[in-house]
């Protein structure tokens, strides 16, 4: 994120852009010159996750409470200190950084890959240098902290950005995260998050002041210096040449400095004692070889101007790709827009503002083993209720053919190299008495739209026959079962004990605090049964009867994944194991038919629970024995 090695040589060649502050003795002083002022520091979460999230388990994942109880220590030690703090989260990936997300989720399958690897290798899981942060854990950390009365964001924009202004506009204590690009906006001070004690409430400091001394720069020139050095705009092999350049006339180069740090020190010293010299009179293309790569560039420069802001380097600023998704929206009721996106800002929902303002949405990596042939990738299981979901919002914005708009897919899964979006085809619901518009399922206050609701939600899963057993539950079994059945429905591969893992896992944990949870009680074997008798019944009727399977080998080797016999292929077979070989296509739960639609041309958080973990409870004798 951000410049590349900039942090690296802000730590190893420029020390005194580096300042070791007290944020508690920071609030105290602000309060006094800002005299009525709640002192804020404006958290970047995406950058906090790997600070919040320690469990040693880290591959199963899914401590909640025990993750719960570290954003609250966490907010706990700002409040004491009278600081307030607000947090963003990145809402949407913009256009012009699609191809660097490509390129790091396509990387970060490679970091999964080995993670299972070394499983399968070892029998256990690697350390925390191989850490990679949890499916959903993004969407889940947003949701608790607002459970914990803390304002969070979800930005419409690039998440630095929106940070940056917010820093800059209320005068801020300062911006905690741990991205290089805080160093390039003029904004308030910039707080490391990797450096943060939290019992002292001591970090670092990053200042652009002495970062600027050091290179000969003014605050203004370091939009400038990203850009040429490579950033998340500027792919870093655009100007690779320039640099080169830059660094073979540069005089002063150390040799015990790596080349990273006198590429850094080459192009300051040309910014400098060069460009300067014809600053205000040249256009940027008539100083520097961007050719056909103007406009690329131009554009990356003025990113990092915050509201009121200009560059001495710009001229004439480019006109930038506009976060206001309303000029081309999908959806025509501006009211239901307009509430969508209040809902995405407030963190509220995820996607939906996505999928009404420009029908484009992605789904970034999770924990899959690629080589696994019994469960296909989460992006392909939950695909038929994503298209319903997407007819269901867009229901009002068919054409005149009475087909829905078709929906932009970016979901990593194995054998999807990202090249370009999935294009999916929305899928209608099935509901007696026809689907209820978006405008009563969201603004109607009759009492019986909260049935319409349910049904429409039951219908998602094709669940509509199922509603009365599933109504006397409470919601978050009503949640657990529709999501068990559809899960059961599409992936043949899971068995009876898989089933009682899920259930037994949900009941024990419900409602007890991480105290508690050492010393489970018998006290819900009835409802075990109730639930897994109401799941069975409702699979039998789709034509899927659960079956027990015995387990053997719990980790596949590479070289054994490719070498199964034709029998074992046979007898093990997934009923749709082509969705998961072939990416086009997809099917619903039975007897329900789906088909996903897609351009001939072309070639998530949707989370599947990991099945490992799960293994505890393998039997209804070893659940008894648990609660005993």
Avoid at 116 to 142: V, W
Avoid at 256 to 283: C, E, F, H, P, W
């Amino acid at each position: 994120m951000g410049v590349r090695g900039l942090h690296g040589f802000v730590g190893n060649a420029c020390p005194e852009a580096c300042t070791v502050v007290n944020l508690k003795e920071m609030a105290e002083k602000y309060q006094i010159h800002q005299a009525g002022s709640t002192p804020v520091i404006v958290v970047d979460a995406m950058c906090c996750l790997r600070h919040w999230y320690t469990p040693e388990s880290w591959v199963c994942g899914g401590q909640w409470l025990e993750y719960l109880s570290v954003l609250q220590d966490f907010i706990k030690a700002f409040t004491t200190a009278g600081i307030k703090l607000v947090f963003f989260f990145d809402g949407v990936v913009e256009q012009k950084k699609r191809c660097e997300w490509v390129k790091r989720r396509l990387r970060n399958n490679k970091e999964i890959s080995t993670i299972f690897q070394f499983i399968k290798t070892h029998r256990r899981q690697p350390g925390r240098e191989m850490f990679f942060i949890p499916s959903g854990l993004a969407t889940f950390t947003r949701f608790a902290l607002k459970s914990l009365g803390q304002e969070t964001v979800c930005s419409l924009q690039e998440a630095d950005y929106e940070v940056a202004s917010y820093g800059l506009q209320n005068n801020c204590l300062g911006i905690l995260g741990e991205d290089t690009d805080y160093l390039i906006y003029n904004t308030c001070p910039y707080f490391s998050i990797n450096k943060l004690c939290l019992n002292s409430l001591v970090t670092v400091m990053f200042s652009r002041e002495n970062l600027c001394q050091r290179l000969g720069l003014n605050v203004t020139d370091l939009p400038l210096l990203a850009c040429l050095l490579g950033n998340d705009t500027v792919p870093e092999g655009m100007l690779e040449n320039f640099r080169q350049k830059c660094l073979s006339g540069y005089s002063s180069a150390k040799q015990n400095n790596d080349r990273r740090t006198n590429t850094i020190l080459a192009v300051a010293n040309y910014i400098s004692r060069v460009l300067r010299l014809q600053q205000g009179m040249k256009d940027l293309e008539e100083m520097l070889p961007l050719r056909q790569n103007k406009t690329v560039f131009y554009r990356g420069v003025a990113s990092y101007l915050l509201p009121g802001q200009q560059s001495p380097w710009l001229l004439q600023i480019p006109s930038l790709e506009t976060s206001d998704k309303e000029e081309a929206t999908m959806c025509s009721d501006s009211e239901i827009l307009q509430i969508a996106k209040e809902q995405h800002v407030q963190a509220e929902n995820y996607l939906v503002y996505n999928i009404l303002s420009n029908g484009e949405i992605e789904c970034s990596n999770t924990l899959e083993d690629e080589l696994d042939p019994e469960l296909p990738g989460q992006a392909l299981i939950f695909r038929p209720i994503r298209q319903h979901i997407y007819s269901l919002l867009l229901e009002d914005s068919k054409d005149a053919c009475s087909s829905c708009p078709i929906i932009k897919e970016w979901f990593v899964y194995f054998g999807n190299q990202l090249k370009q979006p999935e294009l999916v085809q929305p899928i209608k619901l099935d509901i007696p008495g026809g689907t209820p518009s978006l405008r009563t399922l969201w603004l109607s206050k009759e009492a019986e739209v909260q049935a319409q609701r349910f049904n429409t939600f039951l219908a998602c899963f094709h669940l509509w026959n199922e509603r009365e057993e599933l109504q006397v539950l409470e919601n978050s079994l009503k949640a657990l079962c529709c999501l068990l059945i559809y899960l059961l429905c599409q992936v043949d591969t899971l068995s009876l004990e898989d089933l009682n893992a899920f259930i037994a896992q949900t009941l024990c944990l419900q409602g007890k605090s991480a105290a508690q949870l050492s010393g489970l009680q018998k006290c819900w074997l009835t409802e075990f049964q109730k639930l897994k008798s109401l799941i069975c019944k409702a699979c039998m009727k789709s034509n899927r009867a659960l079956q027990s399977r015995q387990r053997g080998n719990e980790f596949i080797k590479e070289s054994e994944s490719r070498r199964w016999d034709s029998n074992f292929q046979r007898s093990h077979q997934p009923r749709f194991s082509s969705l998961y070989h072939n990416p086009n296509q997809c099917r619903g739960p039975r007897p329900y038919s789906t088909r996903f639609e897609t351009d001939p041309s072309d070639g998530p958080d949707d989370t599947v629970m990991l099945l490992s973990w799960s293994r505890l409870f393998t039997d209804e004798e070893n659940i008894l024995k648990l609660e005993n």
